[in-house]
């Protein structure tokens, strides 16, 4: 490539940013009303409400009743999730390598690691937390993940 060609790709790239990440850098902070579960907060956009985090899972652990209000998408990397009970019960059994895609509106019951995972998780929007009743327990936004983050340990 041209020195002038780098000069003016530089130029242009000046007027954006783009966000790189070193998770091995960043401490996990303990993901609040789901024991067990961590998370290292990759990114959060305040424009759309978008918010990236890396989670792990130990065994035995669950997010609790939720519906996404924004569309949510995985890769899990490592481990096993089960959506919904898993396969045995109609839901869905994620293992490392799988894509998932969640709509906004969708409700999932407990969702729950049966081995310790690690999953890439984005949302575009709030997840809101819910009781068997359909009461709303707490709604968790992009500037709830960023004070969650706030709480984490200096990076190392
Ligand atoms: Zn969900």
């Not at 530089?10 to 850098?25: E, G, L, V």
């Not at 994620?94 to 984005?122: C, K, R």
């Not at 068997?132 to 709830?144: E, K």
Request: hydrophobic fraction near 40%.
């Amino acid at each position: 490539m041209s020195d002038q060609k780098t000069i003016l790709d530089q130029m242009r790239n000046a007027q954006i940013q783009d966000t790189y990440i070193h998770p091995a850098d960043l401490a996990w902070v303990p993901f609040p009303g789901a024991p067990g579960i961590d998370m290292k907060v990759l990114r959060v956009s305040s424009e759309s409400g978008t918010w990236t985090v890396l989670f792990q899972c130990a065994a035995g652990s669950g997010f609790p009743r939720h519906m996404h209000l924004g569309a949510g998408e995985y890769l899990m990397i490592s481990g096993e999730m089960e959506v919904r009970g898993g396969v045995k019960a109609g839901g869905i059994t994620a293992v490392a390598g799988d894509y998932g895609y969640e709509p906004s509106g969708m409700i999932h019951d407990w969702t729950n690691f049966v081995t310790d995972a690690v999953f890439l998780f984005t949302n575009h929007g709030p997840i809101q937390f819910m009781d068997d009743d359909d009461n709303i327990v707490g709604v968790l936004d992009w500037q709830g993940i960023l004070a969650i983050d706030a709480s984490a340990p200096a990076p190392v």
